[in-house]
């Protein structure tokens, strides 16, 4: 029954790796104990975490320390598509090439931006590609995000995948993004900085009060590098601090605004331009002309990514207001409320607070990112549109889920799923498929590893079992219809600068996508569908040392 307890004994690092083998094969839902370190990648991290000192890799500009930048680069960014090229976007055709277009698109001509050689698109040309597809046809469009995936964790992910160095440039391959070959697929990158950083406003009056902020976008290939791949001429470029040259690097808000409603805009904007003026995101548009909206995340519903696609607010941290936005509740920037997406389905439960200053003065003491009011006015049971599933003690989330599908779908409504741990995204995955982090790193210091409860891996769910849910209740309301997919938890890892994480989240993302292609096959085919696949930024990871996340024994 249990054939690889049969096996001879080995001397302890293989019979470590026996024992992680024999776990995975149960179904184990936490991974083994710290005495028994499961992969040479889990190792790396939290040696390199404990001591600040690295090893094969690092985080920042500093190569001297293993942490010494926690946020977010001016990196280029990879994206991947699927039933439709790129293009009409790239090459002659890039925005950068042009002075005229890129005050067009600015407002303004970014310094030591124009490149008449430019290959690269830039981030608000994923909304055109979408407004493309749908004047080609297309009847179902898929925006696949992994928050905070650059090229480089998406390196690392396939090396350790495939545990080889296979590439060392261009699209690559390992990752089941990298190459499905079931439908026409194109591979560019592009510029995701934005219109401005540092601008401050109101959230009460939902006003910006310093329009244009403190510093602008643009993208200087002389000091960034012409590919994602480049090794910048000056380290302290990426991250706004650069000797001769300083631009702003994106947030996830301004960045996903680029995508969804594509203009730039302002860190921390959601779907509202660097004056303060209400956009409308292409999830919205389609609404109005009868498409049915989707969203999935794997962290909280109304995190910047998932609100983009469909909210309006001057600041990205008003959480529940967005909340309101998208499951069509009145908000203080809507108070008449919006008709609301079709499915939402993420994280957030279990996040609970007494006050949030950063919400503004219409916050309520409780979950975070939704009040007990809200949920309760959407839940079918009490007349509202939504079939509602939720973590429930002692209920296996994939059950409570795909009971919530089922409902929906009989009765014709909409599906609404809420799902996490304490902090309120779903447990993180590891580069071993287990759900057992290590410690993070930061520049002061290690902080400390996050852990799950039994309970906390079987009442919740996986990306890619939302994203299937999702697809389901879509595709019986009828096509057309518009679904954002975020693997959320890349960014967080990357955050940690733990790429133990990191690989994890990328991986489950490459499983939830694995699992959309195929139902993609098998509901239809490619012919209405488009998939776009792409990060919304980047952050600073820097692999020295590329064979060490191969999965082989250290040296």
């Known amino acids: 029954m249990f054939p690889c307890l049969e096996l001879p004994r080995r001397d302890l690092p293989v019979l470590k790796n026996l024992l992680a083998i024999c776990f995975a094969l149960l179904g184990a839902n936490v991974g083994l104990s710290e005495s028994l370190e499961r992969v040479p990648v889990a190792s790396l991290q939290k040696t390199n975490a404990e ?37 009409a976007f790239a090459g002659e055709h890039s925005i950068y090439r042009s002075e005229e277009k890129l005050k067009q698109r600015f407002g303004y001509v970014p310094s030591d931006t124009v490149n008449p050689k430019a290959d690269y698109l830039d981030q608000t040309d994923v909304q055109r590609l979408q407004k493309q597809a749908v004047a080609e046809g297309k009847k179902r469009v898929i925006l696949f995000v992994y928050d905070g995936m650059d090229w480089q964790t998406t390196w690392a992910a396939a090396i350790h995948k495939s545990g080889s160095v296979q590439y060392r440039e261009g699209r690559g391959t390992g990752l089941h993004f990298q190459d499905y070959r079931g439908v026409k697929t194109d591979f560019g990158y592009f510029v995701t900085t934005p219109h401005n950083s540092g601008t401050n406003v109101n959230i009460n009056r939902q006003i910006v009060t310093s329009p244009g902020g403190t510093t602008k976008g643009g993208y200087d290939i002389s000091q960034a590098g012409e590919f994602p791949w480049s090794v910048p001429t000056d380290a302290l470029y990426p991250i706004a601090k650069g000797k001769s040259v300083v631009h702003a690097y994106t947030d996830s808000a301004s960045s996903a605004t680029s995508m969804t409603a594509g203009i730039k805009t302002y860190n921390n904007s959601i779907n509202v331009d660097f004056m303060g003026r209400e956009v409308l995101p292409i999830a919205r548009e389609l609404q109005a002309d009868g498409w049915k909206i989707g969203v999935v995340t794997s962290v909280p519903i109304c995190h910047a990514t998932p609100g983009a696609a469909y909210a309006n607010n001057v600041h990205r941290y008003d959480y529940q207001d967005i909340t309101r936005d998208l499951i069509g509740r009145p908000s203080v920037y809507h108070p008449g409320g919006l008709p609301g997406v ?21 916050f309520v003491p409780g979950n975070r990112y ?5 949920l309760a006015a959407i839940d079918v049971a009490n007349g509202g549109k939504y079939v509602v599933a939720q973590r429930t003690p002692g209920q296996a989330g994939k059950q409570v889920l795909d009971d919530a599908v089922a409902a929906a779908i009989e009765k014709g409504k909409r599906l609404f799923g809420f799902f996490g741990v304490a902090r309120g995204h779903l447990p993180f995955q590891t580069a071993d498929g287990q759900y057992d982090p290590v410690v993070s790193a930061t520049s002061s210091g290690p902080s400390s590893a996050e852990k799950y409860t039994p309970e906390d891996i079987r009442e919740n769910i996986t990306l890619a079992e939302m994203s299937l849910a999702a697809l389901d209740v879509l595709e019986a309301k009828g096509q057309p219809w518009w679904l954002m997919i975020e693997a959320g938890d890349v960014d967080w890892a990357n955050h940690s600068n733990n790429i133990d994480d990191s690989i994890g989240a990328v991986l489950s993302g490459d499983q939830a996508f694995q699992q959309v292609t195929q139902w993609i096959e098998e509901h239809g085919g490619w012919d209405d569908t488009c998939l776009i696949l792409t990060a919304d930024h980047g952050h600073y990871l820097v692999i020295e040392d590329p064979e060490a996340l191969t999965g082989s024994a250290q040296k």
Request: aromatic fraction near 10%.
């Open 342 to 362: 079709d499915v939402l389905i993420g994280g957030g439960w279990g996040d609970q607070k007494d006050k949030d200053g950063n919400q503004g003065q219409n």
């Open 370 to 374: 939704l009040t007990e009011e809200d």
């Open 51 to 87: 001591t600040n000192r690295p090893k094969s890799l690092h985080w920042g500009p500093n190569p001297a320390k293993y942490s010494s930048w926690t946020t977010h680069s001016n990196r280029l960014i990879p994206i991947y598509t699927f039933g439709i090229g790129l293009e």
